[in-house]
């Protein structure tokens, strides 16, 4: 299926991968229904950065509603559900909300979309439910693992998303991105962190433990893999990696960024950003074999190339003026 002139529901459309994936279909000439949180300041985030389109129809509201989920996917072709909690820090605090949004969040667009014959769902999940890896690269026969509140609550929203494609034939396909990063991401995530410290003048800036390996996405790979997985077939009713295939670990990255930007800051442990020991996720790499086998996706982004164009985004002051850098960011 071709997205071309479809009528497109993205719902977290107002963060930083949709918001970067709304961009992405509306130059593909899709027509897209973009869903912001819904708040009193009438602020779309991200996508108040997005120039006015007449093929974009931002609407604000919470997947939390069931009534008003079933009102947003009338009349549209594919979802992307985006929508979700995705900081850990807060998921040790308040892992209820996960629940809500996460998990029921996900029933409710999953039962609108049944109600509605919607004719795909791409559901993001997350390379978090595979917790540390017992072996890589990981595949998607990988075990779950729930090493935090938000993990377990993604590993039950993916359950539910495939429980609909099992009872109820739901044309869905899990999406599970491996860490995504580029403009636009939040502060508390390792990258962000690093560039806007550094940017912001600091001599020493603050991390958590940097040990651990990430399969780093750059945010249009990302998306393109959400592309390729909707317009396959093939995808449909399986758990998909959208991934490098490539490890770095967080020291390593610091390395980078510091040479990239020609720093040499300093960096200390900040207690508060360690997570629990068996919360910490210490390795993972993605095996992306099976995306590139049932669809046409390949990485564009090198981890040098992707990092130069979020170092250039955060470097300009309009954009770093929007991030917090005296304060942990959870």
């Known amino acids: 299926m071709k997205l071309e002139n479809k009528e497109i529901l993205i719902t977290g459309a107002d963060g930083f991968i949709g918001s970067h994936l709304t961009e992405m279909l509306l130059e593909k000439n899709c027509k897209v229904r973009a869903l912001s949180q819904y708040n009193s300041f009438n602020n779309w985030g991200w996508l108040e950065n997005i120039s006015e389109n007449r093929n974009l129809e931002i609407i604000s509201g919470d997947v939390r509603d069931p009534h008003f989920c079933k009102k947003i996917t009338k009349n549209i072709d594919i979802v992307f559900h985006l929508a ?91 999406a599970r991105p491996f860490n995504t990063y580029g403009p636009r991401q939040s502060a508390r995530a390792i990258i962000p962190t690093i560039i806007s ?13 940097l040990s651990p390996t990430r399969d780093f996405n750059f945010v249009k790979d990302t998306c393109n893999g959400f592309v390729a997985l909707a ?85 300009k002051p309009m954009n770093l003026k929007k991030y917090k850098t005296n304060i942990y960011n959870v």
């Open 231 to 315: 317009e396959s077939n093939q995808t449909i009713g399986k758990e998909i990696n959208i991934a490098s295939n490539f490890e770095i670990s967080m020291k390593d990255t610091l390395d980078l960024v510091k040479k990239i930007m020609k720093s040499d800051v300093e960096f200390i442990t900040d207690k508060q950003r360690l997570r629990p020991e068996k919360s910490e996720v210490f390795r993972l790499w993605g095996d992306n074999t099976l995306i590139k086998k049932l669809t046409n996706f390949k990485p564009k982004y090198s981890i040098e190339k992707g990092l130069e164009e979020t170092i250039k985004w955060f470097t």
């Open 84 to 174: 979700a909690l995705i900081a850990i820090p807060y998921s040790y605090v308040a892992p209820d909300s996960y629940i809500d949004t996460n998990i029921k969040g996900t029933l409710n667009i999953c039962q609108a979309a049944k109600e509605n014959n919607v004719a795909r769902i791409i559901h993001t999940s997350t390379s978090e439910v595979y917790g540390t890896a017992k072996y890589v690269p990981i595949d998607e026969k990988h075990p779950k693992q729930a090493q935090s509140p938000y993990s377990a609550s993604k590993i039950g929203a993916d359950a539910m998303a495939l429980s609909f494609y099992n009872a109820f034939d739901l044309p869905i396909t899990i």
């Open 197 to 209: 410290q550094i940017v912001a003048g600091k001599k020493q800036i603050k991390l958590g433990d």
